[in-house]
């Protein structure tokens, strides 16, 4: 079981043509307007928007299995990291293995839980080692992308921050990768009174550098992976500490080393074998674990907790703190390296409470069963804002594109947008294990292309799908955290059909994705 649940993205003027990079074609713009002439545009094969962990995989494979096209990538910050780079959060850390987490081409070695420095490192390793770093520009937030059936091309508009100008880039095809959420504004419910309180409160999101928290009493809002890495990170520096939520979360908490991985360098095999295999043995599992929780989750559920009482104490009451009303992985299971929340709560330094908010007061929190919680600081580890597609308008042929009207196809592409793809990975196993399989289905996707001699894809709903019922993103019984809930009526459509949903199951992905017939039906080719 702990094994298993350590794993836990040159032209100028209007009708003229453009220069061009590498083999790129040379398409007309008959649909580009007299505003654009004096901006510069580039045209690419595919544009791949994010340098995060899916659009370093996506640059990687493109690079790796189509070098003949061109491709660029436009990062809205100044580094690559993506996630890694928005959170600074004291404690920092991944909250899945990094076997899985890391890319199939590149091993990954050292702890199985990184911090984001090492993640940072990692992805920079491989930018380096693949010549990737050209292909970057940094500082270009996207402001809109358009689709044209005439010229068969996306145009995508950007404000560079090195001038503040918006330009302008063309392509064949749309890689999105800029993940799932805002990274600008996370989730901070709106409670009665917080404008009476006399301290500081935060987000984790948006970590202040200047935060003093030595000898300060701190109230932390929250009970998931943030939450439960941030408090035991900063136990040791408050005056008192308290963890307050409303309801609990399951933890797995155990030793931050992978045995099998640490035996095998210990006879001496390669680093791409450790990888592999140790790959293999995660996600086998993980495959039964996830299993176990649906046809056993009152076993499971006991086994958490034993593994919860070995850092907390044999006689140390679980209820209420840390026994969940839902089955386990029915929301993320949050893994303790080396038990680390729990040793700092069997220590004294943290104190968990849980029970609902009333409201704000000058001094800090006041409680639903009247306790109150005194506090100089308030963290709130509530959560994300969900950002479908980056919450960047669409539109196709001069249409704005509404996603929610739209059914996934596999959770990758969307009815009625042609030549894009945006990767969302999974919640239960490591968001790059999908990155790596859409990648490898997309390129295949462009060569058949290429062969078909197509400049246009899209999905449509078959004749045999026309009756089917159209259904939220994702079942909330099977999957239901709180951003997701928030968010899921922005969301596509799913089908009650494999085709038409994005079944977050690696364990059949991984053998239905190398095999989707790209003549079948569902694709429209033109």
């Given amino acids: 079981l702990a094994s298993a649940l350590a794993c836990g993205a040159a032209g100028i003027a209007m009708g003229t043509r453009f220069l061009m990079t590498k083999e790129s074609p040379v398409p007309q713009t008959s649909t580009l307007t007299a505003e654009r002439a004096d901006t510069q545009q580039t045209h690419f094969d595919v544009l791949i928007v994010g340098a995060g962990i899916s659009g370093i995989g996506a640059a990687y494979h493109l690079s790796d299995q189509m070098p003949e096209k061109s491709f660029v990538i436009l990062e809205t910050k100044d580094k690559f990291g993506g996630t890694w780079v928005t959170h600074t959060y004291p404690g920092v850390r991944s909250d899945s293995d990094l076997y899985t987490f890391g890319y199939r081409f590149k091993p990954w070695v050292g702890a199985p839980i990184a911090t984001a420095d090492e993640i940072l490192k990692y992805m920079g390793e491989v930018i380096e080692e693949n010549d990737l770093g050209g292909h970057i520009r940094y500082g270009h937030t996207i402001t809109h992308c358009r689709w044209s059936s005439t010229d068969n091309l996306w145009t995508v508009e950007a404000i560079s921050k090195a001038d503040g100008k918006t330009h302008f880039f063309t392509c064949n095809f749309l890689w999105m990768c800029q993940g799932y959420y805002n990274h600008d504004t996370p989730y901070t419910p709106e409670w009665p009174g917080m404008k009476d309180f006399k301290g500081r409160i935060v987000h984790p999101q948006t970590w202040p550098s200047d935060i003093n928290l030595k000898g300060k009493k701190v109230v932390l809002i929250g009970s998931g992976a943030t939450a439960a890495t941030v408090v035991p990170a900063i136990a040791d520096e408050c005056g008192s500490l308290t963890l307050l939520q409303r309801s609990p979360t399951y933890f797995m908490p155990s030793a931050n080393a992978n045995e099998l991985a640490d035996r095998l360098r210990e006879v001496g095999i390669d680093e791409p074998t450790i990888h592999r295999v140790v790959r293999q043995q995660i996600n086998f599992d993980m495959e039964t674990i996830i299993r176990r929780c649906r046809t056993e989750p ?66 800090g929190i006041l409680l639903k069963s009247g306790r109150e919680l005194e506090a100089d600081i308030i963290i709130t580890a509530t959560g994300f804002n969900l950002s479908v597609l980056g919450d960047i308008p669409f539109e196709i042929d001069d249409q704005p594109v509404d996603w929610s009207q739209t059914v996934t196809y596999r959770g990758m592409m969307f009815t009625g947008v042609p030549n894009m793809v945006w990767v969302f990975g999974y919640f239960r196993a490591s968001w ?49 955290p709180g951003y997701l809930q928030r968010g899921l009526h922005l969301m596509p459509k799913r089908g009650d059909k494999i085709e038409w949903q994005h079944n977050q199951d690696y364990w059949s992905d991984k053998d239905d994705l190398p095999k989707v017939d790209l003549d079948g039906s569902e694709f429209v080719y033109s």
Wanted: hydrophobic share 40%; proline share 7%.
């Fill in 298 to 363: 009152e076993a499971v559920r006991e086994e958490l907790f034993a593994a919860a009482r070995e850092y907390l104490g044999p006689d140390f009451d679980l209820s209420p703190h840390f026994t969940p009303s839902y089955r386990p992985w029915q929301q993320r299971v949050a893994f303790l390296p080396d038990g680390d929340l729990f040793r700092k709560i069997a220590e004294g330094k943290v104190a968990a409470v849980t029970d609902h908010i009333e409201r704000f007061t000058e001094n």
């Fill in 432 to 480: 790059t294990l999908r990155v790596d399989l859409l990648s490898d289905l997309v390129c295949r996707l462009l060569k058949h292309m290429d062969e078909k001699g197509a400049k246009r894809v899209e999905v449509q709903l078959r004749p045999e799908d026309h009756n089917m019922p159209l259904l939220p993103w994702i079942d909330a019984d099977n999957f239901n």
